[in-house]
């Protein structure tokens, strides 16, 4: 993978910050743009991703990604909104509490 897009680290911590609250996820696997891990859903799967924000030396970036299909999308709007809100206000939490973390 591409040596200069980091967040194994980060991937790791939110990976098990997110299993304490609860979140079933799967180990943090390489992406050409830095980790990605699958988060256990009744609703089509989501995953989050982690990696380096190039703009900063120092730098990461966490996002949330919904993969459903577009028929799922459609009908299951609620549910996914739902889950994705729940998945956000987790990591903002798990994020917030880490003195070594600067901003969010």
């Known amino acids: 993978m591409n040596p200069d897009l980091w967040g194994r680290r980060l991937a790791d911590f939110l990976r098990a910050g997110l299993i304490n609250e609860g ?3 799967t180990e943090p696997i390489a992406e050409d ?3 990605a891990m699958k988060i256990k859903s009744e609703t089509p799967y989501l995953w989050v991703g982690c990696g ?4 900063h030396a120092d730098g ?3 996002f949330i990604e919904p993969n459903a299909p577009p ?3 459609l009908f299951g709007k609620m549910k ?3 889950r994705i809100a729940e998945l956000q206000r987790s990591v903002d939490r798990i994020l917030a509490e880490e003195a070594g973390i600067r901003a969010k």
């Open 80 to 82: 996914m909104t739902r």
């Open 52 to 55: 380096h924000y190039q703009e």
């Open 33 to 35: 743009w830095g980790w």
């Open 71 to 73: 028929a799922w999308r």
């Open 60 to 62: 990461y970036l966490c």
């Open 23 to 25: 979140f079933e996820v």
